[in-house]
């Protein structure tokens, strides 16, 4: 009595030799093994450090980086604008001082909230000086939510160094917001 009379010992013997050959040449080799892993980021603005994970993918026998990366240009938030809404500097005031004042729309047009730092590039006398300037501002706008906007407001006085005499020039040229999360 035959247990498998569809199948001779040879069919069978042909089957499992090609089911073999099968999982040995698809089973993937040592050279494409790879692995995700995660490799942190940092960026510096003004005298701050920020990090940011991005993943990779990399080859199994490659040794994972032990050191964070270092990021020259931070990470600056895409479809997003600003608008000026009011400026006003006086090189020399009653007080003795310069007056700087404005007040800038910071508009977030992405559907998700952002946390960061407002990033303004200004024209002071003959140079261009470009830096985070919320911490001197009475609102900083740190975080904007999901197609919002934000106003950073700035209104600081400054003792006139007799040494040093205020530009007669003070331009805001750009704004960014460089995103910290």
Same mark, same amino acid.
């Given at each position: 009595?035959?247990?498998?009379?569809?199948?001779?010992?040879?069919?069978?013997?042909?089957?499992?030799?090609?089911?073999?050959?099968?999982?040995?040449?698809?089973?993937?080799?040592?050279?494409?093994?790879?692995?995700?892993?995660?490799?942190?980021?940092?960026?510096?603005?003004?005298?701050?450090?920020?990090?940011?994970?991005?993943?990779?993918?990399?080859?199994?026998?490659?040794?994972?980086?032990?050191?964070?990366?270092?990021?020259?240009?931070?990470?600056?938030?895409?479809?997003?604008?600003?608008?000026? *809404? !009011? =400026? +006003?500097? /006086?090189?020399?005031? @009653?007080? &003795?001082?310069?007056?700087?004042?404005?007040?800038?729309?910071? %508009?977030?047009?992405?559907?998700?909230?952002?946390?960061?730092?407002?990033?303004?590039?200004?024209?002071?006398?003959?140079?261009?000086?470009?830096?985070?300037?919320?911490?001197?501002?009475?609102?900083?706008?740190?975080?904007?939510?999901?197609?919002?906007?934000?106003? *950073? !407001? =700035? +209104?600081? /006085?400054?003792?006139? @160094?007799? &040494?040093?005499?205020?530009?007669?020039?003070?331009?805001?040229? %750009?704004?960014?917001?460089?995103?910290?999360?």
């Amino acid at each position: 009595m035959k247990l498998f009379p569809i199948f001779s010992w040879r069919k069978l013997k042909q089957f499992l030799s090609i089911v073999v050959l099968l999982t040995l040449f698809a089973c993937p080799t040592d050279d494409e093994c790879t692995k995700t892993i995660t490799i942190p980021q940092t960026y510096f603005v003004g005298n701050q450090s920020y990090t940011q994970e991005i993943t990779q993918e990399i080859p199994c026998d490659q040794q994972e980086p032990t050191e964070p990366g270092e990021i020259i240009e931070p990470p600056v938030l895409e479809n997003f604008t600003y608008q000026i *809404l !009011s =400026f +006003n500097y /006086e090189p020399y005031t @009653d007080n &003795n001082t310069t007056l700087v004042q404005y007040e800038i729309q910071l %508009n977030n047009h992405n559907d998700f909230a952002v946390t960061g730092i407002p990033y303004l590039t200004r024209i002071d006398g003959d140079f261009e000086v470009s830096g985070p300037i919320s911490t001197d501002a009475s609102e900083p706008c740190y975080e904007i939510a999901a197609n919002s906007s934000c106003v *950073l !407001s =700035f +209104n600081q /006085e400054y003792t006139i @160094d007799p &040494n040093i005499p205020p530009s007669s020039t003070y331009q805001i040229v %750009n704004v960014e917001y460089v995103v910290t999360n």
